[in-house]
């Protein structure tokens, strides 16, 4: 009887020749599974569990992971405001662990005697879908047939041609990866330290111009309306967003990265919605959270941005740290208004019924109603109580 193996499968030439290799040269049984994260049509959904099938999968599973790609990760990437080198917000390495652990559940639930990955030896896709394999599905054997054989794209295209597979072999002049927290691109612009993509490069093209404000209302940091549009879930708020921003080329950028494997490497990316839902919830909190809130978060949230990326899913410091941003966000309801045009965008300002920047005690610069003077006096006295006593003492240990 055939072994099983699960393999996460998007259709493209890595996995469809993982398909053919582990079928029929290793005597698999294949049960191929896709996890959509928000990247995916119904048609192209359609067009892949097709695609599987002609291959000669025994089984194609569809998993929509829309929400639930929301709810355990983008949520606390909110509630952290987290930037990967205050530019990127995680698009793909966030997804990429949310289909891993789709992935080793499926495996779990087929009894599967091994699972397959169709990553290169070159990036971290490699390190985060084996250590969530490895600590998930422990003694199921991991499978990566492009890693592991060394092969190039055009070994991959002879062999899949000697099967008699037809598919649109033509590699595209930028690799795009589209999920609901930004699209990643990567083209000749992002081999070397210079260089801007041009604009046909970019999924989303700039069809508005002129300004137009948006509204954005969050409850307890979370999205939950769009200009008085209120939506079910987050993940909703978040496409219906992204459809508004993404027209005005809003959230474009490129990104250095140190990878997990310990080289550099560029990537484009767009993510108009990430990009001012992240601005926009800063600003609400900068309103509504004492100092040492916002100061604590800045240094937690850094530091699971960075795990995160690494593939730090499971770690249970990572629970810890999440319970933590989710408490800090008790306060953090109100409306953020802000501004968008081509290529542009800026938080005007915020309504909050916990706004701490309330008249009642005082404008910044002008007045206060909360103090006196000499209370100030008597304050700034304290204040500095141990930092004069410091000078004092060297300037007479040194006479």
Not at 62 to 72: F, M, P
Not at 89 to 104: G, K, T, Y
Not at 193 to 198: A, D, E, F, I, T
């Amino acid at each position: 009887m055939a072994k099983k193996i699960v393999l996460g499968f998007s259709g493209g030439l890595d996995t469809t020749y993982c398909v053919k290799y582990l079928g029929e040269d290793k005597g698999y049984e294949v049960h191929s599974v896709i996890v959509n994260t928000g990247g995916f049509s119904d048609e192209e959904l359609t067009k892949i569990e097709a695609h599987a099938y002609k291959l000669g999968v025994k089984s194609h599973t569809t998993i929509n992971a829309v929400k639930g790609y929301y709810d355990r990760i983008i949520k606390y990437l909110v509630f952290g405001n987290i930037l990967k080198n205050n530019t990127y917000p995680l698009s793909v390495s966030a997804e990429r662990l949310v289909q891993a652990l789709h992935i080793a559940e499926h495996a779990k639930k087929l009894n599967a005697d091994a699972v397959a990955h169709g990553s290169t030896g070159a990036g971290n896709d490699q390190v985060r879908f084996d250590m969530v394999f490895n600590i998930m599905i422990p003694g199921v054997e991991i499978l990566t047939p492009i890693r592991d054989l060394k092969l190039s794209r055009e070994a991959e295209i002879e062999y899949l041609k000697s099967k008699g597979v037809e598919m649109n072999f033509e590699k595209a002049a930028y690799s795009i990866n589209k999920g609901l927290w930004g699209t990643s691109v990567g083209g000749r612009e992002t081999l070397s330290s210079k260089g801007l993509l041009p604009e046909e490069a970019w999924p989303t093209q700039i069809t508005k111009t002129g300004k137009e404000e948006v509204k954005l209302s969050f409850i307890n940091g979370e999205l939950t309306a769009v200009n008085d549009k209120k939506f079910g879930h987050p993940s909703e708020a978040i496409q219906f967003l992204q459809a508004i921003a993404g027209a005005y080329g809003i959230g474009r950028d490129i990104h250095v990265g140190d990878t997990i494997i310990g080289i550099k490497g560029r990537v484009g990316f767009e993510a108009a919605a990430p990009m001012v839902i992240i601005k926009a919830h800063h600003a609400l909190e900068k309103h509504v959270l004492t100092k040492w809130q916002l100061s604590w978060k800045d240094n937690i949230a850094n530091f699971y941005g960075n795990w995160l990326h690494e593939g730090q899913i499971l770690d249970p410091v990572m629970r810890d740290i999440e319970a933590f941003l989710q408490s800090s966000q008790a306060t953090v309801t109100g409306d953020a208004y802000v501004l968008l045009q081509p290529g542009f965008f800026q938080v005007i300002g915020i309504e909050s019924a916990y706004d701490l920047m309330s008249s009642k005690f005082g404008k910044y610069g002008e007045m206060n109603n909360g103090w006196t003077g000499e209370d100030v006096r008597g304050f700034t006295k304290i204040f500095g109580n141990q930092t004069a006593m410091f000078h004092l003492v060297k300037a007479d240990a040194e006479k």
